[in-house]
């Protein structure tokens, strides 16, 4: 965007890659190592795209706080991408864990604290029932295969650019001419998207209604507000019309709290009184043992159990061997009753709001109009789009993106690349595929503060 030198932005980005190399020797060491019995030395995929030639190891990580095995520190604002997002390791989870593997780990039968957190869930935000799994993605595919099933109907509904998991149906865009196409890069599609999944911007209402209208679709399946391509809020009153379109229209609507959890203790949806019939989680709410949770309606769970009940307990679509394991559930009760607390909302809402103004000030300082998005204690810094003055009422200018193509369309991916490397040899890491900071409730003001520092650090390098 105007007002980046890009030659003094690749001569910085190169240095920043330089400086990574020098100071992570070991870690350069464990990935020739794995590169011999990992594809691309990496054991998961997503961890080539770390900024720096190869990905940091950790030695240890306690509260918001990484070590690496190069003996660096890191103030850690990716949290695990959310799944961290109770603190590495809180004393409460830790303890609960450490008694519950001692005793039992995995046996396909309830514990007794499985009820303790269904009720945990319910009473936060407010659906009466709930199943376990052990990610989002299969909570949001059981969604799914149950949303189908109830209604008679084949389509499911997203908005462009979400990301539910690594669930089929939602792998999916809009081309240039408004057609469903699979996303790019898409590896392997099950089927042509377009049989599975009508597509919409977010925020645009006659469209949802214009497709809602075909009478196909079982579900709207939704994050409160976009969170995987940059954060993109929903307009004034854009959930209630969502919530009316989808009765009018005998459609479901399924809400994907797994990271607008980050809004309050109930999620986006207790804090803004949302009226899901699904309503699906995982990541942080057992503290970073694998979880994941689907809650459902009164009336859903009435037609659910209408149909057939040998086959929802039978190999028909729904399973998981390993889910709803005693451990998981005592991580989850020790989590929920007391690390990820109302009280501690509250300490990791103001921190957001900290980490907001110091990130707005840096980049007003240098004359950047990056846009800074929070949603509770989650805050993104991301490219701004120029408005003509036409959409909702605003003025000419820059503003931040209200679709995800929008937001797809501002991204820019070498200052993206340079502010993450920058900040990781600054001993600050971020999200990595976007500029996402997420606090928990072991982040201190300095936490933020360091960011701050580091940021205005690396801009400045930018500014010249
Ligand atoms: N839903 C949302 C909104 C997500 O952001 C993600 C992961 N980033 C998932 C679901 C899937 O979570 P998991 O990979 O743990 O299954």
Known sequence: MAGVDRDRLARLLDAETARFVTAHPQAGKAFERARGSQLSGVPMNWMTRWPGSYPVVVAAAAGSRLTDVDGHGYVDFCLGDTGAMAGHCPAPTVAAVTAQAASAITTMLPSADAPAVSELLRDRFGLPLWQFTLTATDANRFVLRLAREITGRPKVLVFDHCYHGTVDETAVTLDDQGGVVARPGSLGPQVDPARTTRVVQFN?????????????????????????????????????????????????????????????????????????????????????????????????????????????????????????????????????????????????????????????????????????????????????????????????????????????????????????????????????????????????????????????????????
């Not at 006659?206 to 809020?233: F, M, Q, R, S, W």
């Not at 707005?360 to 789009?385: H, K, N």
């Not at 991204?411 to 928990?440: C, I, K, W």
């Open 204 to 464: 645009d209402l006659a469209a949802l209604e214009h497709e809602l209208a075909h009478g196909d679709v079982a579900c709207v399946l939704a994050e409160p507000a976009l969170t995987n391509i940059g954060i993109v809020l929903p307009d004034e009153g854009f959930h209630a019309s969502l919530r009316a379109l989808c009765d009018e229209h005998g459609t479901l609507l399924v809400i994907d709290e797994t990271h607008t959890i980050c809004a309050g203790p109930g999620g986006y949806t207790a804090a803004h009184g949302l009226r899901p019939d699904f309503l699906t989680i995982g990541k942080p709410i057992a503290g970073g043992i694998p979880i994941g949770a689907y809650g459902m309606t009164a009336d859903v769970a009435a037609k659910v159990l209408e149909h057939d009940i040998p086959r929802l307990t039978d190999v028909n679509g729904i399973g998981g061997t390993l889910a709803a394991n005693p451990v998981s559930f005592a991580a989850a009760r020790a989590t929920l009753a007391e690390v990820l607390t109302p009280a501690a909302f509250d300490r990791m809402i103001s921190l957001a709001e900290r980490f907001e103004a110091g990130t707005a000030g840096a980049f007003a300082d240098i004359g950047l109009g990056w846009q800074t998005v929070r949603l509770g204690c989650r805050v993104e810094y991301m490219s701004p789009v120029r408005d003509t003055g036409t959409a909702a009422g605003t003025a000419a200018g820059w503003r931040a993106a209200r679709t995800g193509a929008e937001a797809s369309a501002a991204f820019d991916e070498q200052l993206d690349a340079y502010l993450h490397l920058a900040l990781l040899n600054r001993g600050v890491l971020m999200t990595p595929f976007h500029m996402m900071a997420l606090m928990s409730p072991a982040t201190t003001e300095a936490d933020v503060d360091a960011h701050t520092t580091a940021l205005r650090d690396a801009l400045d390098a930018l500014a010249g």
